[in-house]
């Protein structure tokens, strides 16, 4: 079985196609049936302020020495790219966001199925959907790996819940991914 891609990102703001970036971006691999097998993580310098340090907790420091999208976006693309889906908490947000980062260096990120563990837990907050269904939340909220694990475990005890969930997908194959010419920065 081919892996779920579970994203989260962590920005300046809500608008991804206005100004807001990107400033910390995560994946977490699942295949279905045996759990995670990967992970990604990287802060991104979003060459502006970085927003709301009270939600994210970032600060202006931790940027200092973070790559920019371009040096990650090679990277974050081959991890994605043997993935049948995109899955998230408000995916279209994080998806929303990838695209406009992708865009900005003049890459079209392809198109992925996409399942969205909010809808899926019948709404609210990730914490909030955790502790509905019986899964403990380690981590800080509005960290990027912390929420892409946490929608992971949510993610996983929703296939098992909902054992048709796959197939609601339709017959998947991991999108193909354009070739980068974008500079690839170590994670």
Sequence with gaps: ?????VIDVETTGLNPYRHDRVVEVAAVLVVPGHGISAELVTLVNPERDIGPTSVHGLTASDMINAPRFAQIAGHLAEFLCGSIALVGHNVRFDVSFLQSEYGRIGVEMPRYASLDTMALAGGGTLSACCTEHGIEYHGKAH?????????????????????DLLNRLGPCAPPTWPVLHTPRGSL
Aim: no cysteine.
């Design 143 to 163: 960290a990027a790996l912390h929420d892409a694990r946490a929608a992971a475990n949510l993610l996983q005890r929703m296939l098992l819940q909902i054992p």
């Design 1 to 5: 079985m081919k892996p779920l891609a």
